[in-house]
């Protein structure tokens, strides 16, 4: 048995995260991709007639968009930069955010549209963000476009965490961080990537060996973050051995 990584996101960003870290890495390092949840998109686009701009904080709303509808018309906004690289392909003209959905609020209030906004999102958020940017005196309605149903996690993502060697998990929100601690409790030394305070926060105590923060909410910054994780797996790896 070798260091793992747990990759807990929804498909197709779980399977792209693998492939990433694969040629991040090399070979030696198993990769479990187990999905905590899976995107079910819906079918019903709101009327968009008064709406002047869009509001995407996810490749997941650009994709439920897109598939409904052919405006490309419509300026939006993005939360960071997979999500507006991701807009941009699809032909939007894009004002990009550089972090979180705090920093994208702080964006949209320094650059407000001239009218209403409709912030695509999934089921489950953390923030709601229509309300908080209504709050700050800019129009803004929410269209759900997509669920976020829960999925059990695999048995090769259970035996790997009830093992003795290290794995790397990697979490990018707080419910994901929630499902795969309600599901078990990990025997392995485990090394946790969190995106941001409010992920890490969800970690029980006492579970990890380590967990970091990165230092942006921004897939580059995870990436740095499982790098240094990484690191310490193999120190950890081999004082397993060693025992």
């Known amino acids: 048995m070798t260091i793992a990584v747990l990759i807990t996101r929804p498909d197709p960003s779980g399977l792209e995260l693998a492939d990433q870290l694969r040629n991040r890495w090399g070979c030696g390092i198993e990769m479990i991709v187990s999905p905590v949840t899976e995107i079910v998109f ?14 995407f904080t996810s490749q997941n709303g650009v994709v439920a968009f897109t598939r409904l509808s052919d405006r490309r018309d419509i300026p939006c906004y993005a939360v960071g930069p997979a999500t507006s690289e991701h807009a941009k ?3 939007f003209q894009v004002s990009q955010s550089n ?3 705090n920093m994208l609020i702080d964006h949209i209030v320094a650059h407000p549209p001239p009218g209403l906004m409709m912030h695509i999102r999934g089921a489950h ?3 709601d ?17 997509y669920e976020q149903e829960k999925r059990a996690l695999t048995s090769d993502a259970i035996a790997g965490l009830r093992r003795g060697t290290p ?11 929630k499902l795969v601690f309600n599901d078990v409790r990990p025997d392995a030394p485990l090394l946790i990537a969190a995106i941001s305070e409010n992920v890490a926060e969800i970690v029980p105590e006492g579970v990890a060996k380590r967990v970091l923060t990165a230092t942006q909410p921004n897939a580059e910054a995870m990436l740095a973050a499982m790098d240094v994780l990484l690191e310490e797996a193999k120190r950890l790896e081999g004082t ?4």
């Open 42 to 55: 819906l079918d019903e686009l709101p009327d968009l007639e008064d709406s002047q701009s869009l509001i």
């Open 89 to 91: 392909r699809a032909g």
């Open 99 to 101: 972090g979180d959905a």
């Open 125 to 127: 958020v953390s923030m």
């Open 129 to 145: 963000i229509a309300q908080m940017l209504s709050d700050e005196g800019l129009r803004t309605h929410a269209s759900v476009l």
């Open 167 to 177: 794995v790397i998990l990697p979490l990018y929100s707080p419910r994901s961080a």
């Open 240 to 243: 397993y051995r060693a025992q």
